[in-house]
């Protein structure tokens, strides 16, 4: 870990040093001082407990599609599904759950179980597209998010919203996981589940047999193959294991906070996920970082729009994507 | 002199390991197929890229139809007349033999960007038929045969008015009805007072097409004979050079240990659905090395896939003693990756063995160890396991690979090529890894284009051409000359 | 019956301009995800300078040259840096959704839409950009079929090595054929926003990603993905006639025929469906 950050450590200190150069100038074209901005970002996001739960909360669902995007792009496949494998996780669980009558203990287990299984149902089809026709995972992962987005909109239109409203029912309180105590911010304990995740995925990749395959179906197909790996059926693995993290993600707002699906409740946290995974170069406990520093902008935005707009925070995350994607070709040596 | 298409003198060129061409000369007649023949790795392919522009020589001059010359790129060699027929084609699969072949220098361009199509076809059915070169100039160039695909590439040279023509192992992707089309071709062409440098190894078509022929070997030229005045042996014996034969082989075989590998009339498809291996029938024992000689792409890599079980045979039986090691020919493509460390790469294919992992968990102790004990044996430099395989030479990749598919403990091993591009120390190392191999007990399938690695570690020696096996012979019994009969596809004694 | 027609047109224009813009720029093997970010810039450069100026037309010709600078971007970051085509591409939307917000807000002072601009003029009771659109799409068929350009960049988008050697400078086609793609999306983004008289947040509404679903369907040609994408915008378009006699089919099905659609088309299902060779592969100039 140590040494992965001294060997990255060129190409992050200089896309932060140009993400951090824009946002000064662009404070400085809109005729404020910078301090004053750094200022409320310390005192209300970073110091306070609900700005700093809010940040958390965003990081949260990040760290889940991040990670989903991050074992396939590391095994190779460029999964740009995270939103709509969000999606059909989180539907599958919201409709389901209301329905078990378990006791917490085994209510939340098995309530992740399902959104693991949705999103993986939702990846098995770009999986079997791929490894059985040769379809490019690009194009039928980007069709399934759409698809997604739609079938869920009709099926809580059609049959599982509340009356008057556009989500559907409530989960029962057994499938509440409890908010963290950071005064009435959203972060529950969906953090940790999507922390140990992470080192999860880390040693899966890293320290089981498994995982190395993987890794190795990702670095050289050709050369696994020769060596004895069914590729073909590791490529399927991939993307419905990789569709199982982003499945997850709908955790966070469901069992933690609103206790309901709702139309688009994710706003584009799965597409997030891709610029998360990048950033960390595909390394999951780099996700952690990532997803806090994309969580940190969003929830900059809010913190200051009193001095300046928000959206000055959205064009800087789309501005760090492309600063650290050019900024690791450039610098970023091997890999 | 009746002018002197090219002439090339003293040429050195010098990669960081590799000298690869070391004081060559070559002169051609105008007007004439002129052969280029040499094992591979003899410098050929560095020559003509000289001559096409595309590599600056370090040493020596050129001159083509007696001017100097000093090309900077391929621009100033096609000026220059010279065109190349790549080995692997330079085709846009979806356009037209017409558009293919006037790419880049579109005919009768308007100021509203269009250009003269008609005019195009009409001058690509004029240069096939005044050069007798026959394919169809409105055909879409993915529905083309090979031979076809081919002949658009000579269609694009002469279209931009190459005298001077080099192919570069044309025949190597053809079938022989396509080959006889080709030499057709070509004779028209010479007809027509092109001139043609061939490259190739196949000395049967050299004899019959070519009027000189140069031979290189290792970086140099040996020699160059007026066909008229030289024999396929002669040639034969200048490309492989004065062997002698080494004994290696530290524990000579018996002849009596069980029968590790068995092929039984076994035909295998190649990459175009051909049969690349026709009924091949094999046996390999215990202890013993069975070198497999040949020209390339004679159903070589078909052989080594079905017997390591990659590829199904389309007919005919395979059975294997054991377990198999396979040292792919291509160690770049199919034996490493390249982006991963060096431990990784050891373990790769054995990570499911129980000395290195339980389901749950790799064993990194004992796959340190077992790293570091290849490091030693094979004396890995820099002796790096977290070093990235890329990042070692082409001598340690290669012990690498050797080092993992030799500590399988495997009962075959099927080394392609092992020492290809290998420096002197590694190859050394790597032939007595094969041999301590064998010493343990395997049976070793050797599969070389190099005969004289193939002669000094093989108790025994068959050679492969065109997918069937020329001949048998002990090592004892192997003559230079029978071999390189066998290789250019010659049968008999 | 009339109004169906005209309807279906209206919607399907800017489908059928991005999607000859996809079509552009993945024929010279890049692969475009940044048509949606397009379409937003052009959208939102197309009422900035209608409002500004007072011309429509110039609000027109803001879109297009909007649309480049973002296409430039992607071409930037793709062709100058060898950034995955994909990632550039999604960068380029996460960076103009958040530009286009920003600028809604500090102009307008709005998160939603933005003032009320004027409309283009109708010709002889014909939309303008109905009829550029008809001059477009033959064009772009006889560019790429017909021209030079349109052959060497065939070439480069299905085999750059090839066009190298013989003397075509593929990076820079490569530009070309993104920075049209740009000027196209653009296109069709001042006539969404135009058509709607202001420019409302995301209103690109994913129809860049439709677009290339088009460009798939359409099987990388102008006629074929102009036709998908009209087919895309009359299946829209007679939903909500449908709804307006009563017949409620639900709109989520009508939107994803385009998705499932190009799922049937990459998996075989219906007919073969190959892109350009080179499509989305980086491409250095430098020997090897």
Not at chain 2, 333 to 350: D, K, V
């Amino acid at each position: 870990m140590m040494k992965a950050l001294a060997r990255e450590g060129r190409w992050i200190a200089i896309s932060l040093g140009i993400t951090f150069a824009v946002l000064v100038l662009s404070i400085l074209a809109l005729r404020q001082n910078p301090l004053t901005v750094f200022g409320l970002l310390a005192e209300r996001l970073l110091l306070k407990p609900y700005g700093l739960g809010q940040m958390l909360y965003k990081a949260t669902t990040l760290i889940f599609t991040g990670l989903g995007c991050a074992l396939a792009f590391r095994c190779g496949l460029f999964n740009i599904g995270a939103e709509g494998q969000l999606y059909a996780g989180a539907f599958l669980m919201a409709v389901v759950a209301p329905h078990l009558p378990l006791p917490m203990i085994l209510l939340i287990p098995a309530c992740l179980a399902i959104a693991a299984l949705g999103g993986g149902l939702w990846g098995l089809v770009p999986g079997w597209l791929k490894a059985k026709r040769g379809a490019h995972e690009v194009i039928t992962t980007m069709m399934m998010n759409f698809i997604a987005l739609a079938l869920t909109n009709y099926l809580i239109s059609a049959h599982f919203h509340e009356p008057e409203t556009i989500h559907t029912a409530e989960l029962p309180v057994a499938a509440y996981l409890p908010q963290l105590p950071m005064e009435s911010s959203a972060v529950n304990a969906s953090l940790f589940v999507a922390i140990a995740l992470a080192f999860a995925v880390h040693y899966f990749l890293w320290s089981t047999p498994l995982g190395f395959e993987l890794r190795a179906v990702g670095s050289n197909p050709t050369a696994a193959k020769t060596s004895g790996v069914p590729v073909d059926m590791r490529i399927f693995l991939i993307l419905v294991l990789s569709g199982c993290l982003s499945g997850l993600a709908g955790i966070n707002f469901i069992l933690g906070y609103k206790h309901y699906f709702e139309q688009g409740f994710a706003s584009g946290a799965g597409f997030m996920g891709i610029a998360v995974a990048l950033v960390a170069k595909n390394y999951p406990i780099g996700v952690i970082f990532s997803a806090l520093l994309f969580a940190f902008l969003s929830q900059a935005g809010l913190t200051v729009q009193s001095v300046i707009p928000r959206e000055l925070f959205e064009i800087l995350q789309g501005l760090v994507i492309l600063v650290v994607v050019i900024c690791q070709n450039k610098y970023g040596g091997a890999e | 002199m009746s002018g002197l298409a090219v002439e090339l003198r003293g040429i050195v060129k010098r990669y960081p390991r590799v000298v690869a061409n070391d004081g060559v000369d070559l002169s051609v007649e105008s007007g004439t197929i002129h052969a280029l023949i040499g094992e591979n790795g003899a410098g050929k392919s560095t020559l003509m890229k000289i001559l096409y522009g595309m590599v600056r020589p370090d040493e020596g001059t050129l001159s083509i139809n007696g001017k100097p010359a000093d090309f900077s790129g391929p621009r100033d060699a096609i000026i220059a007349g010279i065109g190349m027929v790549h080995q692997h084609f330079m085709l846009v699969k979806p356009l037209s033999v017409a558009e293919n072949v006037v790419l880049g220098s579109e005919p009768g361009a308007s100021a509203v960007g269009t250009w003269d199509q008609d005019g195009a076809k009409a001058e690509v059915a004029r240069l096939s038929k005044e050069y007798g070169v026959k394919v169809e100039s409105s055909a879409v160039v993915e529905t083309l045969s090979v031979g076809e695909e081919q002949r658009v590439e000579i269609l694009k040279v002469l279209y931009r008015g190459a005298k001077i023509l080099i192919l570069d192992e044309p025949t190597a992707v053809l079938t022989p009805h396509e080959c006889d089309e080709l030499f057709k071709t070509l004779k028209g062409l010479r007809a027509a007072g092109s001139t043609i440098l061939f490259i190739s190894h196949k000395l049967k078509e050299v004899m019959s097409l070519c009027d000189a022929a140069t031979v290189m070997r290792r970086g140099k030229t040996v020699g160059t004979k007026k066909i008229s005045e030289t024999s396929q042996n002669e040639l034969a014996q200048m490309m492989i050079g004065d062997l002698e034969i080494k004994e290696k082989a530290a524990v000579p075989y018996r002849g009596e240990a069980s029968e590790v590998l068995r092929l039984e009339n076994v035909s295998v498809r190649g990459p175009r659905d051909e049969l690349a291996l026709k009924g091949v029938s094999l046996s390999l024992k215990a202890g013993e090395v069975l070198g497999v000689a040949g020209v390339e792409g004679n159903g070589q890599r078909e052989l080594a896939e079905v017997v390591c079980g990659l590829s199904a045979a389309a007919e005919g039986r395979v059975t294997r003693g054991g377990r198999v090691g396979y040292v792919p020919e291509d160690r770049h493509h199919a034996g490493l990756m390249l982006a991963a460390a060096a431990w990784e790469n050891m373990l790769l294919g054995r990570h499911w063995e129980p000395v290195f992992s339980t389901p749950f968990r790799l064993q990194r102790g004992a796959i340190a160890g077992y790293g570091r004990k290849i490091i030693a044996d094979y004396d890995l430099r820099p002796p790096e396991l977290e070093q990235e395989a890329g990042a070692f030479s082409g001598g340690n990749q290669q012990k690498i690979i050797v080092g993992r598919e030799v500590s399988k403990d495997p009962k075959i091993l099927v080394a392609a090529h092992p020492t290809r591009g290998v420096d002197w120390g590694a190859s050394a190392l790597i032939h007595q890894k094969i041999l301590e191999t064998k010493a343990a007990g395997a049976g070793v399938l050797l599969i070389s284009a190099d005969l004289d690695e193939v002669l000094s570690l093989s108790d025994r020696i068959i050679v492969l051409f065109s997918g069937r096996v020329m001949g048998e012979v002990a090592r004892a019994d192997a003559k230079i000359e029978k071999l390189g009969c066998w290789m250019a596809g010659v049968s008999g004694t | 019956m009339i109004t169906f027609l005209l309807q279906g047109l209206r919607i399907s224009g800017p489908y059928v301009l991005a999607a000859l813009a996809g079509v552009f720029s993945e024929t010279g093997g890049v692969v475009n995800i940044a048509l949606e970010g397009i379409l937003l810039n052009g959208a939102l450069a197309a009422v900035l300078a209608a409002y500004w100026t007072g011309s429509p037309w110039l609000g027109v010709l803001a879109g297009v040259l909007a649309g480049v600078a973002a296409a430039g971007i992607h071409a930037f970051a793709a062709l100058r840096y060898k950034v995955d085509q994909v990632i550039s591409g999604l960068a380029v939307n996460f960076l103009v959704a958040g530009l286009s917000r920003f600028l809604l807000k500090l102009v307008f002072n709005s998160t939603s839409n933005s003032a009320r601009v004027e409309g283009l003029a109708p010709w002889a009771g014909v939309d303008p950009f109905l009829v550029l659109t008809v001059l477009i799409v033959i064009a772009s068929h006889w560019t790429i079929k017909r021209t030079v350009f349109g052959l060497r960049l065939r070439a480069v988008g299905e085999h750059p090595r090839a066009a190298e050697t013989l003397g075509i400078k593929v990076l820079r086609m490569r530009l070309w054929g993104v920075l049209i793609s740009g000027a196209l999306a653009g296109l069709g983004g001042a006539w969404l926003s135009l058509d709607q008289h202001q420019f409302t947040d995301a209103m690109s509404g994913g129809r860049g990603y439709i677009a290339l679903a088009a460009v798939i369907i359409g099987k990388w040609t102008p006629l074929g993905a102009a036709a998908a994408a009209l087919f895309f915008g009359f299946a829209e378009a007679s939903q909500i006639i449908l709804q307006t006699y009563g017949l409620r089919v639900p709109t989520q099905f009508v939107q994803m025929i385009p998705y499932a659609l190009t799922l049937a088309a990459v998996a075989g299902l219906i007919g073969r469906s190959r892109p350009p060779a080179a499509d989305g592969i980086p491409y250095s100039d430098e020997q090897d």
